[in-house]
């Protein structure tokens, strides 16, 4: 029963890390096995003394903790004939494979755990920016809304400016009928009245060049007295309506030039109002042109960070693939020597991986785009080796989005270092780096236009500054 429970209670000494199982290939999965074995083989010799509370009948039945074997194995091991014993070699045996169990495990998950932390670290990263940028996004769909609806505003406004512009064209139109109505009657009247001062003074001259003599002729006609009056009387009564119609012409004249006036003052004040219009109306139509642009733009920044917000899910979805790949490649790796050197105590000591200006710094924003840069971007020529800042060991090669080729290093303790944008690499995952030692070679892979190395700085899932780190 004992080989039995013991092969079972062996098997569940494979490791089994954080992130599933591990070979059991590995180091501490054989020294598992081997713990094991050693405890089965310790306790199949026979105990020399019987326990007195067995001899008494006092013991208290063992709780089940693992699942006996069949029937059939029992007495296999002469045991059988002292169940309490059987029972605590049972337990014991259990307790010796979990104790190696307890003792193999954690370090392999922990030492998984600790490889993994820089991608997992870098994708809660990109999870922060892809909600980032969906809140700018959502800020940008406001402020598009609200240019709608001021859009829809000015058009409205410009509508209106347009119906009191027609109207005031109406009006233009029907003042400068109007007026010219006025000069045609008032051209008119001047024409009779030329007529009527032509017939006048025809007649003044008539009267005139007669003179006295038409008078001379009545006195000396011999006519009577009476038919004499009523004559003159005749002539002045000519007289008069012909000077009564001169001047009531002359007073349509008049009445013609002020009223022309008049309509000449509405029609310069309707002009007025027109202009004020048209700049009105083109300041209008201004704001809409710019709300227009505004808006367009706004579609533009939407459909780039879109598009960005779309690169981001697609890059989490490497991440969260290269984490797998990490978790898998990760357990087959022996743990890591024991360093002297602590990483921290490196701090303000280290060299940088490229000597050369610092093109982009840890926290300013990058160009065209709402992203921050999470490291600092270092200006090399192409091929110029990049140097690791400290020891440690190689847990990622590859290439990344917007990364380009990087390699990532981990130095213990929880802290990790990335090398970005490289042209190649010295290195593999697994290799064991030195302070100083080339691990990549400066490029611009990833798409970017200028030639140089990344450097990111790690503690976790936390990026840091690395200027108060690098030396100098």
Known sequence: MNSCICSRLM?????VGRFGPVNSRS???????RAAIIAYRALRSPPKATNDRVNRGQARPARAVITTCPASHAGHDGLAADPYTSRMRVVVLAGVCLLAFAVASPGLAQSGDARSQSTRAELDALRDRIDNVRQQIAQDKSQRSDLSSRLAQAEADISAASKRLRELDDKIAEARERVADLTRRRDRERRDLGKQLDVLREQVRAAHASGQMDKMRLLLSGQSPEKLGRMLVYYEYFANARTEQV??????????????NALENEQDELTRQ?????????SLKANQAEREQAIATLDSQLSNKQATLSEMKADEQRLRSLMGRLRNQLSDLPPEPADDTAFGQLKGRMQPPVDGPVLARFGTTKAGGPLKWQGEWLGAAAGTPVRAVAPGRVVYVG???RYGLIVVVDHGNDYYTLYGHAESTYVEVGDRVEQGQAVAKAGHSGGHSQDGAYFELRRGRTPINPASWLAG
């Open 247 to 260: 001047t009531a012409l002359r007073s349509a004249l008049a009445d013609l030039a002020v009223r022309q």
């Open 399 to 401: 290439y990344m989005h």
């Open 274 to 282: 027109r202009e004020a219009r048209e700049s009105t109306l083109a």
């Open 27 to 33: 180091r501490d999965a054989q020294a598992a096995r």
């Open 11 to 15: 098997a569940c000494t494979v490791p």
